[in-house]
């Protein structure tokens, strides 16, 4: 057992259930598309977002998943039945800030704003307390410790916003592969990586989980679960299962490529992976101590 592992605050065994996980934003919101697409554009855009959600919703009722939903102010904002439909499935409702700006980019005062704000939206429309929040683009990093305090300071209790991996646009591959406290008061659950070699690959879902054969996700979760019995975390979003979501113009062919690549086959590896393990929301999962 390494030293950062020696101090996870509550090494859950894992009982056979893993943590889904959602990241609610429309396909005009993702940081690859950020350069292409000003804020102020949004409301422009055709947003699918709620059929989509709605969609999720409905595979995982029938399959007695739950899952928690990483959810933009600026999306509960204009889907308010969306967020109340979310709660009274059952599902956790947690905070991917307001208007997907990446922790690691915002000044401290900015930050605290911004997970503050979306935290009071969240709760004010879904008449529940917010605990969890993800950055976007997991930018808690080595640029931003600070951001565990402002997190703790805003009310939340934990964070799932590092991955532990190198990547050209996130990642802190020197982090803790298992929930561990950055501070006292707040615990961050990164997203599952596999070891292998000494080194950490993405095993937690997003555009890997689309651009691979579904076997490699499943010998991947179910490695974690077995070598380092631990729960796995999956994330995923709403968009990527929408083949037919209007296309953004003029688009870099690189993030082009990582955001329309196997959309249409995304739905059908999502209900193996559904079939294949058990599912429950994230404060679950893991057995937080959230009071
Ligand atoms: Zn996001």
């Known amino acids: 057992m390494s030293e950062s592992e020696s101090k996870t605050p509550n090494h859950a065994p894992f009982l056979g259930v893993n943590a889904l996980t959602v990241d609610v934003e429309d396909y005009f919101q993702v940081s690859a598309f950020e350069r292409h697409i000003e804020r102020d554009q949004w409301d422009a855009f055709p947003r699918r977002v709620e059929r989509n959600v709605e969609r999720l919703l409905e595979l995982f ?13 600026w999306v509960a904002e204009r ?27 915002q000044p401290r005062e900015e930050f605290a704003r911004d997970v503050a704000h979306s935290k009071a939206i969240l709760e004010d429309i879904g008449g529940v307390a917010i605990r969890g929040y993800r950055a976007p683009s997991f930018s808690i990093d080595e640029r931003n410790p600070w951001a565990f305090d402002v997190l703790v300071e805003t009310g939340y209790r934990y964070s799932s916003s590092v991955y ?68 796995a975390i999956f994330y995923m979003h709403p968009w990527e299962i929408d083949p037919d979501q209007p296309r953004v113009p003029a688009i870099a062919l690189r993030a082009r490529f990582r955001h329309y690549i196997n959309l249409r086959t995304t ?18 999962t893991f057995a937080l101590p959230l009071s």
């Open 61 to 73: 009722q029938n399959r007695g998943a739950h899952a928690t939903f990483f959810t933009l102010g």
């Open 164 to 231: 532990p991996v190198r990547h050209d646009h996130y990642g802190m591959p020197g982090a803790p592969r298992f929930p561990y406290r950055p501070n006292s008061k707040i615990i961050e659950v990164p997203v599952t990586t596999l070891q292998v070699f000494g080194n950490n690959l993405p095993a937690g879902g997003g555009g890997y989980f689309r651009l691979l054969p579904y076997p490699v996700s499943r010998f991947a979760i179910r490695r974690v679960n077995r070598i380092d019995a631990r729960p």
């Open 267 to 284: 739905e059908s590896k999502l209900r193996r992976l559904l079939d294949d393990f058990r599912w429950d929301r994230l404060d679950r």
């Open 79 to 105: 889907h308010p039945e969306l967020i109340r439909r979310i709660v009274a499935g059952g599902h956790e409702l947690a905070s991917h800030g307001y208007g997907h700006l990446r922790a690691a980019e």
